[in-house]
Nanobody, 125 residues
Framework: QVRLVESGGGSVQAGGSLELSCAAS????????MGWFRQAPGKEREAIAV???????TYAASVKGRFTISKDNAKNTLYLQMNSLKPEDTAMYYC???????????????????WGQGTQVTVSS
């Protein structure tokens, strides 16, 4: 199994930036697909950035061009750089993963089964 621990959330004014980190431990020597999800109050959880096992990336339309997902394999850490933040980006952000070889971001997203505890991001206008 894989354990995920997020960090880096906080409060920022609109237009600002934050970087989230997700440290993975456990069975990280096996192939992993990973992603960032978020859930705002009263809304369903949505996938905002997904990284397949072979490095393909898909972003939600709402964050494309503003957010960047990346992974440092040496540190087993997933990142989400968030720029030009908007009040509507306010949500709990979750790192997620699935051990296995998922070559498409769709298959990764549909088979995600491990979640971090979440980190709150609040953007004020």
């Amino acid at each position: 199994q894989v354990r995920l621990v997020e960090s880096g959330g906080g409060s920022v004014q609109a237009g600002g930036s934050l970087e989230l980190s997700c440290a993975a431990s456990g069975r990280t020597t096996r192939a992993l697909c990973m992603g960032w999800f978020r859930q705002a109050p009263g809304k369903e959880r949505e996938a905002i950035a997904v990284l397949s096992s072979i490095g393909d990336i898909t972003y939600a339309a709402s964050v494309k061009g503003r957010f960047t997902i990346s992974k440092d394999n040496a540190k087993n850490t997933l990142y989400l750089q968030m720029n030009s933040l908007k009040p509507e980006d306010t949500a709990m952000y979750y790192c997620a993963a699935r051990v296995g070889y998922y070559t498409s971001t769709n298959s990764c997203r549909e088979n995600i089964n491990t979640w971090g505890q979440g980190t709150q991001v609040t953007v004020s206008s």
